[in-house]
């Protein structure tokens, strides 16, 4: 054997150090960028969830409230001066104010939805005129804050949503036990309002369900159907190789592109009413199916030839081994796809937005021809708003969102480990 001359060993040295120094450098980047994006969604869900978690619960306060037949006529009802039955109650727990002007700042510290409670008790159960009714009603958003510390009682007076008095007001009735703050589960249950301390998600939650139901059955069949005709029936020319291409296509145009085209069509042309989940539902199916195309084709392909192969031999028509092998075992990927494709869908918000369904809804859809919003145009309105106590509910919102999206993800994972077939 020849030796290696030495000039060629230090050569050999060299240049695996080198190697190595690269090596190290790009395993060195990757764990950078690795652990900068990990770094920036800590920061980004913990801003969140700092201020999301306000949202979570509510302040309020228990009322002894006297139904005063004087006051609510059983044969007016709904109508009635609940308002000033509600402001009586609270004065009673106020010290003495001899300013009968201060009745109304006073009465400020309720949450303007507390009368129409009252009402809806009252409507419900007649028999309640004339007896005393206990009902814990939300404070109003500044006093709300206040009990949350997010108003500081050290800025000056000018400068604070709050008076002094109004300040002492509320610690008399801390002091008295009245006020409460529990878990605000109106956050879920009830519907839009436009004051934060009676907002909810309810109304996006119900509109998205709607709007995801007729996404789902319109896509799922049409792009299976689609995807299994494209990939096994259809002939190659250069018609099937264009329809191809445009499908591809389709998955990267922009969504806002679908919600114009949305607009022209299912309103404009069909009629269907604006901002209804119907609307909506089409508009995300139009986004969703290229996505359910692709991804059935792909589970498709990924079938090995021999099962194909083998069922053609026992004498199987080819459309007995697409749907009777084929497809039962491409199923799976085609969930996973579809799956990723309603939670893009799920929060999809520009298409939404051209459609109408950021309306003002203050009930939930009973039907996907209702007017309704979604959970993305929901954080949308809550975000535009003004008043402070919709910013703590607009992150709270976000992590719903965000909570649905990260499950529908695992389901698919959870889907594709449990059933993927191993070749």
Same mark, same amino acid.
């Given at each position: 054997?020849?030796?290696?001359?030495?000039?060629?060993?230090?050569?050999?040295?060299?240049?695996?150090?080198?190697?190595?120094?690269?090596?190290?450098?790009?395993?060195?980047?990757?764990?950078?960028?690795?652990?900068?994006?990990?770094?920036?969604?800590?920061?980004?869900?913990?801003?969140?969830?700092?201020?999301?978690?306000?949202?979570?619960?509510?302040?309020?306060?228990?009322?002894?409230?006297?139904?005063?037949?004087?006051?609510?006529?059983?044969?007016?009802?709904?109508?009635?001066?609940?308002?000033?039955?509600?402001?009586?109650?609270?004065?009673?727990?106020?010290?003495?104010?001899?300013?009968?002007?201060?009745?109304?700042?006073?009465?400020?510290?309720?949450?303007?939805?507390?009368?129409?409670?009252?009402?809806?008790?009252?409507?419900?159960?007649?028999?309640?005129?004339?007896?005393?009714?206990?009902?814990?009603?939300?404070?109003?958003?500044?006093?709300?804050?206040?009990?949350?510390?997010?108003?500081?009682?050290?800025?000056?007076?000018?400068?604070?949503?709050?008076?002094?008095?109004?300040?002492?007001?509320?610690?008399?009735?801390?002091?008295?036990?009245? +006020?409460?703050?529990?878990?605000?589960?109106? %956050?879920?249950?009830?519907?839009?309002?436009?004051?934060?301390?009676?907002?909810?998600?309810?109304?996006?939650?119900?509109?998205?369900?709607?709007?995801?139901?007729?996404?789902?059955?319109?896509?799922?069949?049409?792009?299976?159907?689609?995807?299994?005709? %494209?990939?096994?029936?259809?002939?190659?020319?250069?018609?099937?190789?264009?329809?191809?291409?445009?499908?591809?296509?389709?998955?990267?145009?922009?969504?806002?592109?679908?919600?114009?085209?949305?607009?022209?069509?299912?309103?404009?042309?069909?009629?269907?009413?604006?901002?209804?989940?119907?609307?909506?539902?089409?508009?995300?199916?139009?986004?969703?199916?290229?996505?359910?195309?692709? !991804?059935?084709? !792909?589970?498709?392909? !990924?079938?090995?030839?021999?099962?194909?192969?083998?069922?053609?031999?026992?004498?199987?028509?080819?459309?007995?081994?697409?749907?009777?092998?084929?497809?039962?075992?491409?199923?799976?990927?085609?969930?996973?796809?579809?799956?990723?494709?309603?939670?893009?869908?799920?929060?999809?918000?520009?298409?939404?937005?051209?459609?109408?369904?950021?309306?003002?809804?203050?009930?939930?859809?009973?039907?996907?021809?209702?007017?309704?919003? $979604? %959970?993305?145009?929901?954080?949308?309105?809550?975000?535009? $708003?003004?008043?402070?106590?919709?910013? $703590?509910?607009?992150?709270?919102? +976000?992590?719903?969102?965000?909570?649905?999206?990260?499950?529908?993800?695992?389901? !698919?994972?959870?889907?594709?480990?449990?059933?993927?077939?191993?070749?």
């Amino acid at each position: 054997m020849t030796p290696v001359p030495p000039t060629s060993l230090a050569t050999i040295s060299h240049g695996l150090r080198r190697r190595n120094r690269t090596q190290f450098l790009i395993k060195t980047l990757g764990l950078a960028a690795v652990s900068l994006a990990f770094l920036t969604l800590l920061v980004l869900v913990g801003s969140l969830v700092s201020s999301g978690f306000h949202a979570l619960t509510q302040t309020h306060i228990e009322l002894a409230v006297h139904v005063d037949p004087k006051t609510i006529d059983k044969q007016k009802l709904p109508r009635g001066n609940f308002r000033d039955i509600l402001q009586e109650a609270l004065i009673e727990h106020l010290p003495p104010i001899d300013d009968r002007r201060l009745h109304r700042t006073a009465a400020r510290l309720l949450s303007r939805g507390g009368e129409f409670e009252l009402r809806d008790r009252v409507v419900a159960n007649p028999a309640l005129i004339g007896r005393i009714v206990l009902l814990k009603v939300p404070v109003s958003d500044p006093y709300d804050q206040l009990n949350k510390g997010l108003i500081s009682r050290q800025t000056p007076e000018e400068f604070r949503r709050l008076s002094d008095q109004e300040i002492a007001w509320f610690d008399h009735l801390q002091a008295n036990n009245v +006020i409460s703050r529990p878990i605000n589960i109106g %956050l879920l249950v009830n519907a839009d309002s436009r004051f934060p301390e009676q907002a909810g998600l309810r109304g996006a939650l119900v509109g998205s369900f709607w709007a995801l139901l007729v996404c789902f059955m319109i896509s799922f069949p049409l792009g299976i159907g689609a995807g299994i005709y %494209l990939e096994e029936f259809a002939p190659r020319n250069r018609l099937s190789d264009v329809i191809e291409v445009n499908i591809n296509n389709l998955a990267a145009v922009p969504s806002v592109v679908f919600g114009l085209l949305a607009l022209a069509v299912f309103i404009g042309w069909f009629g269907l009413p604006r901002s209804a989940p119907v609307v909506g539902g089409l508009t995300l199916a139009l986004m969703t199916m290229p996505t359910i195309i692709i !991804a059935t084709r !792909a589970a498709l392909k !990924a079938v090995p030839p021999s099962i194909r192969e083998a069922a053609l031999a026992v004498g199987a028509s080819p459309q007995q081994v697409v749907f009777g092998h084929a497809l039962p075992l491409a199923m799976p990927g085609i969930l996973t796809g579809t799956i990723i494709g309603m939670a893009q869908a799920l929060g999809e918000t520009a298409p939404l937005l051209l459609i109408g369904m950021n309306a003002f809804i203050t009930s939930a859809p009973a039907s996907p021809f209702d007017s309704a919003t $979604s %959970l993305p145009t929901q954080i949308f309105i809550w975000a535009d $708003s003004p008043e402070r106590g919709f910013v $703590s509910r607009t992150s709270a919102a +976000i992590l719903v969102l965000l909570t649905f999206l990260i499950s529908m993800n695992a389901l !698919a994972i959870i889907l594709r480990q449990k059933f993927q077939k191993k070749w």
